[in-house]
């Protein structure tokens, strides 16, 4: 009995990697738990281990293979005896590919990813040349960048160094900047949160990388109390110019404690700023932005945007302003507005709108707080209608927040009710399909849309 | 890393205290007394309404800061909790801005917006000024980060009492503390007690010197009540720090004489217990003995002194009396940066 062995997850979030040795060779007797391939992704390199017994009969993707979709056939292990040929080798794709689907929800956002939306944003000059990179990569470059220019700035966090970070974020920081300035902490948040402020009090520039942002929970008493706070209490004389930033919002089959979306939390807090980049250029101008302001920063990344590719102009010193709001796609039937991985959303909706004869004007946010609300205004006021979208869920919400500000600010424009898309009022599930309902969808998009249009 | 030798751990059984000169008694008297007077003077003006919310004062406590301020350097950083008027007086902070601060005024030296928790100073290295209990012990772990980062040879002083010994945070900046070798004095002012909640009834190891134990960090008990305790193991404290040795806990047995805060009533403890402590214990009738016997001062030159500081404050409730109330503009400044 011919056995597929698959490409495999190596995290919840891995849509594809690189196949790039194979250990055992055609012909080679396999025992459970033999190291078969190595495979690689943007993160890491891991062996692919056999779970079955056999030989292995005939390898399917050759060693070098870029960009092996995740539970794609790599090879066949047979039985002794067992003619390879006879195996029904590509017959298994199929049931393969259904709980695929169904085990990473995230992959129908895939391949839509690379699209960087044309419009030159306004601090861009013209004629700028633009390189494709992940939003990981822009990340690093960002810090990159901002410890080059600044001796003050150093990172600090679980994993940033000698693993080179939880999620590949601060990939080779520590070879070029030395253990000094990228220093991996105990599991203690808490603690080394309030190091970090301290440290800030005292005129560095700290990068506190949280490993994800559901941790932060454990620290944010040092957040709000210690790093919001101190400027208004000290009368300006402390501040903190620090950046708190790590993966925030579901990831992909991590159950509820690892699935919290803080925007709307953070940005209830006065004495922070809130960003929460959707592309890759917009995290690496924000986050250069937020490495240099004088304030707190609570710098909110997303997982599953990691490895998106957007284009990045390629400017010395791209820098963007914290707390402008970008349209990242014009319209004038009616306003979405989304932030983060929202967005993804939001674009595919305003695409399948499109085709109905349905101009939707698209806002990225990119930052929570202080919130571009004139933006928003000006958008509603043109299109009467609006819709927000985001995973967070809706009471006291970012699309909460949007509502009433209309409300107060645009209230005679609006030709229907702001309608909120948000992640559902639950803790977030485990299970692959109670998880996709939880969250927000392009239909939910695109429904309501129908309702505020009448259409 | 070298394994740490148990040196330090032995000098929990202090040898006597050096003894102080004629003028090391007079400025620890005058400083010691300027904070004694400053919180009587601070209650007096709580209880005729001027100065609301929550104060928290210092007084029976004034050894450990005066005799710690005596060992340390300039450049060195001091940070604590909510009882901060004494911290904030020892290392030099203007009486008046103190007092304008706690009765919410423009001149305070959070223009108001503090008030008695959260006062600051950068000329003076003073970084607070925490209310949330234990959180001032991350802080300070992270200003001596940044002396190692920089360094600069200074050493972060950070205060905590009995109470906030037992949060968690504390144990994770240990840890971090000594991981990095970072030059941090951790003071736990042992009170007694943490608001009305004695220290056998909150904490299973009573002996706060040996609270580092684990992490290997040196600790010493040592009598907060004498300055001259104090201000010798502060030296030796801040040496070991200074030195690159990593942080060093010092645990200033003392004693509060005053309730937990203005509306606490203190009946959590006898009468008895306050008056001998008072009596038998005083940091400055220590002193004042001091002066007077062994230094062969005069009862005119002490009262010289009283008198001076008796004005200091009677100028600092004056002007935070009368200087007028933060402009209503000052409610959107100061947010952000």
Redesign the interface.
Known sequence: MAIDVLMPALSPTMEKGNLTKWVKQEGDTVKSGDVLAEIETDKATMEVEAVDEGILGKILVPEGTQDVAVNTPIAIIVAEGEDVNAAPAAAPVAPVAAPAVAAAPVAAAAPAAPVAVAHADPEVPAGTEYVTMTVREALRDAMAEEMRRDGDVFVMGEEVAEYQGAYKITQGLLQEFGDRRVIDTPITEHGFAGVGVGAAFAGLKPIVEFMTFNFAMQAIDQIINSAAKTHYMSGGQVSSSIVFRGPNGAAARVAAQHSQDYSAWYSNVPGLKVVAPYSAADAKGLLKAAIRDPNPVIFLENEILYGHSFEVPKLDDFVLPIGKARIARPGKDVTLVSFSIGMTYALKAADELAKQGIEAEVIDLRTIRPMDVPTIVASVQKTGRCVTVEEGWPQSGVGAEIVAQLMDKAFDYLDAPVLRVTGKDVPMPYAANLEKLALPSVADVIEAVHAVTYR | MAPRKPAARAATAAAAPATFTKEEDFLAYREMLLIRRFEEKAGQMYGMGLIGGFCHLYIGQEAVVVGMQMAMQPGD?V?TGYRDHGHMLATGMEAGGVMAELTGRRG???????GSM?????EKQF??????VG?Q???????????R??GNGAV?VTYFGDGAANQ??VY??F??AE??KLPVVYVIENNKYAMGTSVTRSSAQTDFSKRGTSFNIPGEQVDGMDVRAVRTAGERALAFAREGNGPYILEMQTYRYRGHSMSDPAKYRSKEEVQKMRTEHDPIEQVRARLLNAHAASEEELKKIDGEIREIVNAAADFASHDPEPDPAELY?????
Do not use: C
């Not at chain 2, 305070?108 to 503090?114: A, L, Q, V």
């Not at chain 2, 959260?118 to 950068?122: K, L, N, P």
């Not at chain 2, 300070?140 to 002396?147: P, S, V, Y």
């Open positions: 950083q940070i305070g030296y959070s223009k108001g917006k503090g959260h006062m600051f100073s950068i970084f607070g000024g925490h209310g949330i959180a012990v991350s802080l300070g772990t992270g200003l001596a980060f940044a002396d980062y920089k972060s968690g945070q994770e900046s840890n971090m991981l990095w400044t100061d947010v952000l940066r």
